[in-house]
C-alpha cells in the first residue's frame, strides 16, 4: 500500500491528500480524511454515484490493470475538520487554476482530464483520440 506522508505534514487528526497517478506522476484527487490508510482502501474499491467519483475510479481500476498504481501523498494535517476541508478547497481551486487534471470538479470537462491521465497509458491511447 502506498501511502506517503510529506515531512512537513505533521501528524494531527485530519489530513488533506493529493491522489498520484504513478505512470505520469501527476495528481488527479484532491481530498480529506480522518484515515489515510483506510482511505486508500476505499479508493481501491469504491465506486461512487458521482461523475467524478466515477472517472476517478475508472482511473484507478485502469491504472491497475496496466500494473501501475497510485499513491496517496498527505500534505497537510489538521486538528479540526473544518481547517483540513478549508485547506482542501482552497488546494483544488489552485490546482483548477494552474489547469491540472484533477477529477475533483468541475463535472463539464471530468472527461477530457480523464483522457489526460490515461494517454499516458500505452494500452488507453486510442481510447480518447
Request: net charge positive.
Amino acid at each position: 500500500m502506498t501511502v506517503m506522508f510529506v515531512p512537513e505534514s505533521g501528524r494531527n487528526r485530519y489530513y488533506v491528500y493529493h491522489l498520484i497517478n504513478t505512470a505520469n506522476e501527476l495528481p488527479f484527487y484532491v481530498g480529506y480524511t480522518s484515515d489515510p490508510y483506510g482511505r486508500y482502501r476505499t479508493h481501491l474499491k469504491k465506486n461512487p454515484g458521482t461523475l467524478e467519483g466515477a472517472a476517478r475510479f475508472r482511473l484507478i481500476s485502469t491504472l491497475a490493470d496496466a500494473g501501475f498504481g497510485f499513491e496517496l501523498v498527505v500534505h497537510h494535517s489538521f486538528r479540526y475538520r473544518g481547517d483540513a476541508m478549508r485547506r482542501e478547497s482552497a488546494m483544488i481551486k489552485e490546482m483548477l487554476l494552474s489547469g491540472a487534471a484533477i477529477l475533483n470538479y468541475p463535472a463539464k470537462d471530468i472527461y477530457q482530464k480523464l483522457g489526460k491521465h490515461l494517454a499516458c497509458l500505452p494500452s488507453t491511447k486510442d481510447l480518447f483520440k
